[in-house]
């Protein structure tokens, strides 16, 4: 009975750790449209993009890790933001913040971003930590809401 529940256990957890599949795609009537089924036949457009459970890397140290599954980090960049982009990714770095880069390109992309921050003017670099966000960069900033996230002022990664 005890291996049998086990092993029921290890199945279910291994169905969780697939990959899941987002679609966005256009229909007849030019309407995009996102969603986790395949779209129909005659979408239009048609993206997929794959996304693998996350994974808590053992290798963080204890507050890091914690602090990184509480309140996750993404940086929202252009590709026409040289200076204050870099200066926040390599601020992000030298702290040593797990973080995801997501670079807004398409005008649906800066919709979206727009959306997130609530409307008003794009500003980026855009920092968000949780659900808290910062337009552009400035040092204090940053850190202060890393601060109150949780995150330690120097990682111990190396």
């Known amino acids: 009975m005890r291996n049998s529940l086990i092993w029921l256990l290890v199945l279910f957890c291994a169905g969780l750790a697939q990959a899941q599949s987002m679609y966005r795609w256009v229909d007849q009537e030019g309407k ?17 993009k794959k996304y693998a459970a996350p994974v808590a890397d053992k290798q963080l140290p204890y507050a890091l890790r914690q602090a990184a599954e509480s309140y996750p980090v993404s ?20 702290r040593g913040v797990p973080f995801t880069e997501k670079v807004v390109v398409t005008n649906e992309d800066v919709a979206a971003l727009r959306q997130r921050l609530g409307g008003g003017d794009v500003v980026v670099p855009v920092l968000q930590v949780g659900e808290e966000t910062r337009k552009g960069y400035l040092e204090t900033t940053w850190a202060n809401l890393l601060d109150a996230a949780g995150y330690p002022q120097a990682s111990g990664r190396r």
């Open 75 to 94: 940086l929202y960049v252009t590709p026409d933001c040289p200076t204050a982009c870099k200066d926040g990714r390599d601020y992000l770095n030298k």
């Open 32 to 48: 995009v449209h996102y969603g986790d089924r395949p779209p129909p036949k005659a979408a239009r457009e048609v993206q997929e």
